[in-house]
């Protein structure tokens, strides 16, 4: 079924589609839109929406029905976000899987309420206290929006970790058509068995919903098994695009929205003669380093773009570990760069190089 | 005048010397002595303990303070400082001034409350919303307890920007003898003026504290001079402590505690005739990069020690570029490695180079 | 059907007969089972059931689902319908249906969680601010927790204001035969239209629910008119139960598990030869003074026995007026008079008038 | 010291001459000014001011704060005075001294800002769960309001029970003159010395501040202690003030700034040849219902105003039991009756009488 959508909205019906059924959040712009489809969608599948007092109540909601097995979400942005790091770093000490959305807006603090990618560091690395890491996954259009939340569901359960989709006001707010690949609601979806789950059940009375480990021995044994599976996660689950790298002498690196504007400019300078090439992560963690090292092998230079004042210029420092110049331009506050903008970036800083 | 301190103390005797006369938070283990000292301490001077509803309470209570001129602080443990990270990116956002203490304890979720140092990433990489850095000091003994909380309130004045003492629950419990510079209480301390605070007073009715920028090019304009401050920091503010460095073909790096023990170490491996040297960061944010690089020019392996799976070494790799392989050994969940272990641990990985 | 059931339980299976479909509570002893049960059942009939944050919350959910026109409750005891006294006040002034279970336990503070009768102040004078009334059952066994409750949302309803079922530990925690009228789910109840809802629908667009008015005249326009429906229930809801009233000399009046007693105290005084009479109230506002007036006609003097240090006497006192002499026993923290208790109270009282 | 001052600020002028030296509030309008008075006042005595986060935190540090053995206080009005029922019955069952102010404002909800007397029930009856009475002072003139709230700090100590200060938004905002007792602060107060309270001394470490009694026999013990003190109260306490009643043929009964509308009928009704006498209750609990009796005994009617829709006439007829007939008139919202109302109102009852 194909339709013109939100970006937000489809998220709803991705999650939907993934057998979501329960949704708990708190309004925020410019992610209003989630909950609004969410209390609209979710009732007709039989699914929960609730409107929580505040995020930190949100969150723990989503505690209280992952842990009945149920795949559950919220969504908010930034500050939003913010109030959720306790909760987000609970579900993840008690290993239980769940889809958060982040869909940034300008910070920090109060900002406003213009597309950012300034709340990298505090999904992507994580925000909240412990050793734990999110799953990221960064959509640049409606469609990836659905499909993503879809994928993030999968991740989550097979991580038992939360999945954050990290997205912008732009990816939220624009409207694209939308394929949904399910001819009816869920029948595609089979939901993997959740046998730690709690589900006032005889069989699982017994399972026991946890992030508590008094004793050192038993708590670093439980963070360790909780490395092994973001090692594993990290071998496995790797995801990105490239365009035209295969003879790029300069790579543009952007996610989300920005990588659509940096698609523009990369064929925009091709037809100048400048072999640009895009590596666009899909997943921001697992940061796909292999495949960017293999992209960035033959490069002159890297420039990293993001509408922040550069922290996923990080990741791509660590990957290439100084083979390659790594460089960083960014915009802030609700400002995209522009194609000619970005033109004129890759241009000044390959001069010398050229 | 010295004497017999505990870590957890020291903080607040710092504080109060530093002119503090706000304390608002909220008891969590290993973090609940500075909440009792300063309940205890504070009133005697004059000052204000509050023990606020909830952490989230507690940060927009020295949102407040802060905002009024008063040198305000808080302190808690991971749990807590999650439930700040909002708090903590309006304080950022809205350039205030504010010192913050967090004595690190086993993660994620309830975890336990013995010491790890895994709030690294949510501290120092910034755990909120939005474009901005925490000013973060890592003490390593009760005195620098005292001290760099003095140190934190100076930075924070100086860039009207959250500061954090890092610590874990080692250095907060143990006691050690404590010196305290000024000979009577707040003497020494000459306080900024505030012009900027909204004091209550006919001259700073005009004052406004506000982290909201509605316009993009306004929230960028902002974002821009804060960056700016930022890059001061980091050029004027970065500190560290290099002990057998000259000659060292092993570089061991670890930050409070991990670097007491780096020291026995290091003075282990010299005896066994391991050259090998300690590099100590003091400041986690502005990272000492530019001292770790040149510390680091002439070895042959550099090792990260961390109570964590693996956060600060970033970092170290980042400052590295690639120039000097950089390994981790780490220990959590409240377990501290023992001279003999690293001994071992950087014996084996020499092995080769050796 | 005929089951054996525990007060609490019949209380929602009474609620799902009249159609209500929203149940937003905390869980309190004596309460629990009434939000254990709407866990249960409420799901089954695809209505919702919300454990709130706090009583608070919960009342506020009461609002909002009734604003939407669902037949919307909550149950607690003591601290919690405490809590919710700010709520309550806000559904009466906005002139919304809602029902709240108080299974009323000892007080005040913490009290213990045996049965007291000691919240009638609270629930019947009104506990909350400004003018308004709750609409108050009192039900005296497991088969009146179920009609009774079923009454409260035909009451609430009937009068746009909140119905409070007022019980006790006693009532809420006993098992006794239930026999449900309604021969399957909801077919017997034809829930009324509620054109003044908040549906969000077009045809709702343009309703307004608030407790608002600014204007002197305004607010003491809309007081007046539910001051007039306040008097339309008084002239049209007041309900008891009488035994044995007809040629009494001592009338004794109470209500819940009290009257159960007292009517075991009346049998054991006549079979002694004195004429004694029982005079239950049944409705606790309006309160059935005619009836009583009636009742206590011709006796030389009434007895109200509470499990509260007298509260309910003073609309005795009121309604009798002077006219007959209104004395009290009472019992409290979870202790029960027996019947040999109260004939003696009777008998002794009653020695100057035999 | 005489001085101008409105009736908000009287109440902070004499908490601290009461030795108040804990206030912990939330603003709300109409009682806003004893927030903002008690923040500049209490401060300048070495005393504490906290606003806190939600009137529900504030009654709560009340009761920490009396817990330790210090005079504390809040006020607010009335959807303020709801959120704290929980936290009065506490401070009640706990036997905790502490003053409350509730100036109150038009209801229910939201009302208005506008002065009402509705939150009569709510303070007067016991809004709060369990058995319980709040002494509770209506002051009608801004001396009133500093000397009550004195009156009330003594009273409270003496009984170990919240002792309330129930005005309206008109004694609340008005200005008069003020004449404040004491030559300089606190000379005077002598403060009860607490020994019941837990003051981190080693002498204190034993008391326990509680109002839980798992035990029926326990809590029915504890209720029949507080019932003692209460009869004490009633037999003790018992404040009014008379006007023209010797030969008065219709007796005015009213409170708060009500009283004072009555006096000038009185006076206009006597320069009718109308023996109008005014009844003024300075107590609302304990009622002084035997002078009201005395005041009574020989009028043909008593009229009760308010500003409600008739909650203390109930006292009232409690109190004549039927002797005298009593009527009611009220006005509500915001309105105040004139005294040509009142006349015309006296007047037309009188007819038949007369």
Same mark, same amino acid.
């Given at each position: 079924m194909r339709q013109l959508c939100k970006g937000n909205v489809a998220v709803i019906k991705g999650a939907i589609l993934a057998g979501c059924r329960g949704y708990y959040g708190y309004p925020i712009t410019p992610a209003s839109e989630i909950a609004e489809a969410a209390a609209l969608y979710f009732p007709q599948v039989g699914g929960t929406f609730i409107q929580a007092e505040s995020e930190t109540a949100a969150i723990n909601m989503v505690y209280g029905a992952s842990a009945a097995g149920v795949r559950a979400m919220t969504g908010s942005s930034g500050p939003g976000l913010s109030l959720m790091q306790e909760g987000i770093s609970y579900l993840a000490g008690a290993e239980l899987p769940c889809v958060i959305v982040d869909v940034m807006r300008g910070g920090?603090?109060?900002?406003?309420?213009a597309p950012e990618q300034s709340d990298y560091f505090a999904m992507v690395k994580g925000g909240g206290h412990g050793n734990y890491r999110n799953l990221v996954l960064a959509p640049a259009s409606v469609q990836e929006m659905a499909d993503f939340t879809i994928l993030a569901f999968e991740l989550a359960d097979r991580y038992r970790n939360p999945a954050v989709v990290l997205t912008d006001g732009f990816v939220g707010q624009m409207m694209e058509p939308l394929e949904l690949? %399910? =001819?009816?609601?869920?029948?595609?979806i089979s939901l993997p068995e959740k046998l730690w789950a709690v589900k006032g059940t005889p069989e699982t009375r017994a399972n026991l919903i946890s992030?508590?480990?008094?004793e050192p021995d038993a708590l670093e044994a439980h963070q360790r098994r909780m490395e092994a599976k973001y090692i594993r996660a990290q071998q496995a689950e790797q995801r990105c695009e490239m365009c035209y790298?295969?003879?790029?002498?300069v790579l543009l690196v952007g996610y989300g929205i920005v990588s659509r504007v940096l698609l523009s400019t990369v064929k925009a300078l091709r037809r100048e003669g400048v072999k640009a090439g895009l590596f666009r992560p899909i997943?921001?963690?697992? %940061? =796909?380093s292999k495949a960017l090292a293999e992209a960035a092998a033959k490069v002159q230079k890297v420039l990293v773009v993001e509408l922040?004042?550069?922290?996923?210029v990080e990741e791509v420092r660590l990957a290439l570990n100084g083979k390659v110049p790594v460089e960083f331009y960014g915009r802030v506050g609700g400002n995209v760069p522009s194609v000619g903008e970005l033109q004129e970036q890759v241009l000044s800083r390959m001069a010398v190089a050229v």
């Open positions: 920090p603090g109060l900002g406003n309420i690949q %399910y =001819p009816d609601n869920n029948r595609e992030s508590i480990y008094l790298t295969d003879d790029a002498d997943t921001l963690w697992p %940061y =796909p922040s004042n550069g922290q996923m």
